[in-house]
């Protein structure tokens, strides 16, 4: 059974940092291209970021970018979204999603929440 | 980086068919066949449902179809059933090497 887990969300003040990861499994981690997706409470979806197979290139959505960097660690099926310079405006669900190819997101996680205020 | 437009809803009785838009611009929809949607019901994490315009996973009913004329997608949901209520998300890859998603549009079935 393929599965996404998303963990290190919570509470923090603005200006603040957070590091969201998400481990893989049931599923050839090495050979997805994975994406962060965010998703504000009662609002829509929101692309946040994208890095290959091989951790090159890497992409991100310009409300993050300079603040937030992703990665990842296939020895250990893992993902991680380090997010720095946090803002109210970041306050949402993140998703860690895994795609073949940059566009289609097959495989998602459960999400975890992020709130920053103070 | 500009969202999709999409309406935000759309209502249907079972049996009838809809079609939901997603229009963007030449830098997006119009200009690549990277159109993925997706399917959210409440509190649950999105689904795949149509990748690369028209295409369906495994395991997703032929009730959902997918197509694109210029710079404006649709999905179409035949037959619709109770359990097709739920959010429905548009995606584009974009010629800035990012993904752009539509805003939603929530589905009603009467």
């Known amino acids: 059974e393929v599965q996404l887990v998303e963990s290190g969300g919570g509470l923090v003040q603005p200006g603040g940092s957070l590091r969201l990861s998400c481990a893989a499994s049931?599923?050839?981690?090495?050979?997805?291209?994975m994406n962060w997706v965010r998703q504000a409470p009662g609002k829509g979806l929101e692309w946040v970021s994208y890095?290959?197979?091989?951790?090159?290139?890497?992409y991100y959505a310009d409300s993050v970018k300079g603040r937030f960097t992703v990665s990842r660690d296939n020895a250990k099926n893992s993902l991680y979204l380090q997010m720095n310079s946090l803002r109210a405006e970041d306050t949402a669900v993140y998703y860690c999603a895994g795609a073949l190819g940059m566009t289609k997101f097959d495989y998602w996680g459960q999400g975890t929440l992020v709130t920053v205020s103070s | 980086q500009s969202a999709l437009t999409q309406p935000a809803s759309v209502s249907g009785s079972p049996g009838q068919s809809i079609t939901i838009s997603c229009t963007g611009t030449?830098?997006?929809?119009?200009?690549?066949?990277?159109v993925s949607w997706y399917q959210q019901h409440p509190g649950k994490a999105p689904k795949l449902i149509i990748y690369d315009v028209s295409d369906r996973p495994s395991g997703i009913s032929n009730r959902f179809s997918g197509s694109k004329s210029g710079n404006t997608a649709s999905l179409t949901i035949s037959g619709l059933q109770a359990e097709d209520e739920a959010d429905y998300y548009c995606s584009s890859y974009t010629s800035s090497n990012t993904l752009a998603f539509g805003g939603g549009t929530k589905l009603t079935v009467l």
């Open positions: 049931g599923f050839t981690f090495s050979t997805y291209s």
């Open positions: 890095i290959s197979r091989s951790s090159s290139p890497i």
């Open positions: 030449s830098s997006d929809v119009g200009g690549y066949n990277y």
